[in-house]
């Protein structure tokens, strides 16, 4: 029961009856008031409807509770709390976009605040693809006018190009920049920064050009890696040394194998032509070194007949298999037995004269030969590991053999009794070595290092480039241009004073796809390629290289 504003008892009606999970005691007669926003919007309305009737108007009302006891409500409290509560729903009102986007998923135990959620994500994930696109186009439009003004296309620079991952890394950049500050302006500044030093790169990509390429020719034919390609002077041929013990020459204008020697049973691993006769010089695995004739029939065969149905056929074949290759089984001579070397021959050269030649080999040793009798005149001695090249000066008496031992050894036979001079400037295979025109020697290496020499003064290089890759057979061309070929494919151009000019495309159109194991320079200006390659890809390339001057 309790006391109306007279005095007298009412009874309590069932909406006021305390909640059943609100704890009360009677017999304790302990206040109880009810916290929740409904009961103070109830208070509210019966403290309006009770103090207009009040006489005097009082400031407090009495409630009754089960326990007899009574709480006393101040009418400044429930003014405080309505105003409490309509700022709370200003405050709603500008946070309503914030709240229906970012309302977390369950929040109100239903689905409903989800798919705000999940549009509004959806909306900045989608301006986020659009700037990408913006990006993008932005960039190939600009790549595009690069080309236009360069005046060349992009497939016939062999500089040095903007690697790709460079632009995953500036596309990357920007990935971060847009995640960390979403609708941040100071995102999108950092992007184009990023993107004009992307673009500075590929301006002096162009800046660094002076030489074009392209992969103008292949000769295919060859089983097994080729070791060597070789070129002849005044003629239109090369001939190659492969591992699927033959040699070749092939017709440079027309790509076509005109003459195969198959007298070795080794790996045939060199193959040098002779400056003024038809005759090859060849080393091979089966520790003998032949000379052979390489005259060649330049008229194309004619197509062959068709005389059964199984011919037809293999129609389909291509028409370069069935072309006539001559063959060949018998060298002019053989330079091996009593002397000889007792390994494989790794490499063999003509000296000035060609009276004579020099052979290098695994057996650690070099022989030089004399061509008329076949008989070996001096055993080159010293090294300590096994031979991997040895080279001959195209006008004087000089020989130089490399080793794996880390060193290359000088030879001067101008006198009777022959010199020798060492040279440690390596510090790992030495791979190659070459005579140029102006008496310099360029050294190649699996220290990923070539070096250039003054043969009037070895005591130190006079140039060192660095590179990427272990460096194999290096050429050097009339005009003082190092070809270097390398293990990761690549084949680089330098000058004899260190300096880069160019790197061969290497697509997948151009470019050899294993180990480049040799290149070679032709000084035939008819020929429609100037650079051959060889490698482990079964496959020999013709280049055409637009070269600089010889004063540049």
Not at 174 to 190: E, H, P, Q, R, Y
Request: glycine share 8%; hydrophobic share 35%; aromatic share 6%.
């Amino acid at each position: 029961m309790a006391l109306d504003l007279l005095g007298r008892k009412m009874p309590l009606d069932t909406a006021s009856k305390q909640p059943p999970d609100t704890p009360a005691s009677a017999g304790t007669g302990s206040v109880t008031t009810s916290s929740s926003s409904a009961a103070v919007a109830a208070v509210a309305a019966a403290a309006t409807s009770t103090t207009s009737s009040m006489a005097g108007g009082g400031s407090s009302m009495a409630m009754g509770t089960p326990g007899g006891a009574s709480t006393v409500v101040n009418a400044s409290t429930i003014a405080s709390a309505l105003t409490g509560k309509q700022s709370n729903a200003k405050r709603s009102l500008k946070l309503s976009s914030l709240t229906e986007d970012l309302k977390p998923i369950g929040l109100a135990g239903t689905g409903s605040g989800e798919e705000p959620f999940r549009a509004r994500l959806h909306d900045l994930f989608s301006q986020i693809e659009k700037e990408f696109e913006v990006l993008y186009f932005e960039n190939v439009a600009l790549r595009e006018k690069l080309d236009a003004i360069a005046g060349t296309p992009r497939d016939s620079m062999i500089d040095e190009k903007v690697p790709m991952q460079d632009t995953f890394e500036v596309d990357g950049a920007i990935n971060k920049s847009f995640k960390s500050k979403l609708g941040s302006a100071g995102s999108k500044v950092k992007a184009g920064h990023k993107l004009r030093a992307q673009t500075s790169r590929i301006v002096s990509s162009f800046k660094a050009q002076s030489v074009v390429s392209s992969m103008v020719r292949e000769f295919c034919g060859h089983k097994d890696g080729v070791w060597q390609v070789s070129t002849k002077v005044g003629q239109p041929i090369i001939g190659t040394a492969s591992a699927d013990h033959t040699a070749c020459i092939w017709g440079i204008d027309t790509g076509r194998c005109l003459l195969q020697y198959q007298g070795h049973s080794g790996s045939v691993n060199s193959i040098r032509f002779h400056p003024t006769r038809d005759i090859v010089l060849t080393g091979s695995g089966d520790a003998t070194a032949h000379i052979w004739q390489a005259a060649v029939n330049w008229e194309v065969p004619a197509r062959k007949g068709h005389s059964s149905e199984e011919e037809l056929e293999d129609e389909d074949e291509p028409y370069i298999e069935r072309e006539r290759t001559d063959l060949l089984r018998t060298p002019l001579c053989e330079f091996s037995g009593q002397g000889g070397h007792t390994s494989v021959v790794v490499a063999a050269d003509w000296l000035p004269g060609c009276d004579q030649i020099i052979t290098g080999s695994w057996d650690r040793t070099a022989i030089l030969w004399d061509v008329e009798t076949r008989q070996p005149l001096h055993t080159l001695a010293g090294h300590d590991d096994e031979l991997t090249t040895t080279t001959a000066h195209i006008s004087h008496r000089l020989v130089v053999t490399t080793s794996r031992d880390s060193t290359f050894r000088l030879w001067d036979f101008r006198d009777q009794t022959p010199a020798v001079s060492v040279f440690q400037g390596h510090t790992e295979n030495v791979t190659s070595t070459v005579f140029t025109r102006d008496d310099k020697l360029v050294s190649g290496s699996d220290d990923r290092s070539v070096k250039i020499w003054e043969l009037r003064n070895m005591r130190s290089a006079l140039t060192t480039i660095r590179s990427d890759s272990a460096v194999n057979r290096v050429a050097v061309s009339a005009t003082g241009v190092i070809a270097i070929p390398h293990d990761n494919r690549h084949i680089r151009l330098f000058d004899l004073n260190g300096q880069r000019i160019a790197r061969l495309p290497r697509t997948s159109r151009q470019g050899h796809r294993r180990m480049v194991s040799s290149v070679a320079w032709t000084e035939s200006i008819s020929s429609t390629c100037n650079l051959f390659s060889c490698g482990f890809d079964r496959r020999v390339l013709g280049w055409c290289v637009s070269l600089p001057p010889k004063d540049n």
